[in-house]
């Protein structure tokens, strides 16, 4: 009956340090932050197309990529023949890690781009211009931030210029100039 009960502790004492030992490791990147059983949205910052994977003990066990309304403003032989650079947008659950990723607005600059899309009427020459603009941010800046200053402004000219003559290239907005970290941080230069 000692013997079993020495064993049952030990048991009991290692599963408790690997519990320990998986929230103590420092979140560094994907897939930490997802624990067991999790998930993630990546982004393409030269198409703009969203991969969504699926994480079970840290192994991705299913991946989709989708094409989101930036990718289908491209014509299909950029998409085809552009070497994809995937950067980390979102992770679930946070269970013992609180990660800002540079790009987890960038789904929502997305939705946010469809939607005054909607709203306004764009050409498709402006439509273009535009994903390539947002794009050229991200790459620029390895953030979403200028892109969301970026769509920001095309919302206000959307509101502005709304039931009017169709948004050609030329009356689009200028791109941010790239911030300084200093700035982003919000801190004086």
Known sequence: MKRSLRVSRLILIGLVLSFLAVVAVPPLDLPWCNGFYGRSTDIDIVTGRLRYSRYVLWIPVRQTVENSVLTKALPPEEVKSAKPEWH????????????????????????????????????????????????QLWQRDHSYRSSSRYVDALGELALARQNKSPIDVAGLPPAPTQLSLTKMQGKPQ
């Open 88 to 135: 980390i947008a979102k992770t679930e659950p946070h269970w013992f890690c609180f990660v800002d990723h540079m790009f987890g607005g960038a789904p929502a600059v997305i939705q946010q781009l469809k939607t005054i899309w909607e709203l306004g009427s764009f050409t498709p020459a402006a439509k273009s211009t535009t994903v390539k603009t947002i794009l």
